[in-house]
C-alpha cells in the first residue's frame, strides 16, 4: 500500500521538477549598488519567457545579511516610502517585469562589506516552480537611474535609508 503510494506521488513529482529546471526565466541589464556602505540595492529585467507565470518570491546573497523584495509606494505629497513586498513579484508568462530605482527593487541590507565598483554581486532568485535563477552583477555605484517616471520629483532615485 505505502510503496503504491510513493510511486504515485514520485510520478506527480517528477514532471514538476523537470519543469523547473527548464530555463525559462532569465535577467537581463543587472547592477547592484549601495547608496551607503550598510544598504544596497540590485536592479535587473527580468523576463518570463515560459508559458506559465512566474513568481519571484525570495532572495538570497552572500553580500548582505538580509536581501529583501522593496517597492516604493506613494505615501501622497510626492512621499515615496520604501516598503517589503508580501507575496513575491509575478511576471506573468511571456511578460518582463523591471526592477529599477524608484520602482520594485531588491534591497541588500547589512552589507558585509560597501559594494565596490568593479565587484560582482551573485543572488540566486527563487521563482518558485519555475525555478532559481542564478544572477551575477556587476557593482556600478554610478550608475545614474533609467529615465524618470512622471512621478519621480527630478532626477533624484530614492535614497535607500533602510
Ligand atoms: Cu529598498
Redesign the pocket.
Known amino acids: 500500500m505505502k510503496l503504491t503510494t510513493l510511486a504515485a506521488l514520485a510520478a506527480i513529482a517528477l514532471p514538476a521538477a523537470a519543469f523547473a529546471q527548464d530555463a525559462t526565466v532569465t535577467v537581463a541589464d543587472g547592477y547592484a549598488r549601495s547608496a551607503n556602505p550598510k ?1 544596497g ?1 540590485a536592479f535587473m529585467t527580468i523576463r518570463n519567457g515560459g508559458a506559465a507565470d512566474c513568481t519571484l518570491s525570495g532572495v538570497s546573497t552572500d553580500v548582505a545579511e538580509v536581501a ?1 523584495l ?3 509606494k506613494d505615501m501622497g505629497d510626492g512621499v515615496m516610502k ?3 513586498i508580501e507575496g513575491g513579484i509575478t511576471i506573468p508568462a511571456g511578460a518582463e517585469h523591471g526592477l529599477v530605482r524608484g520602482g520594485d ?3 541588500l ?1 547589512g552589507l558585509k562589506a560597501p559594494l565596490e565598483n568593479g565587484q560582482e554581486v551573485a543572488l540566486a532568485l527563487d521563482f518558485g516552480d519555475c525555478g532559481t535563477v542564478d544572477a551575477v552583477l556587476p557593482v556600478d555605484n554610478d550608475r545614474k537611474p533609467a529615465e524618470a517616471a512622471p512621478m519621480n520629483h527630478g532626477a533624484h532615485a ?1 535614497p ?3
Open positions: 544598504a540595492g529583501e522593496h517597492t516604493h520604501m516598503t517589503k527593487h531588491v534591497m541590507m530614492m535607500a535609508s533602510n
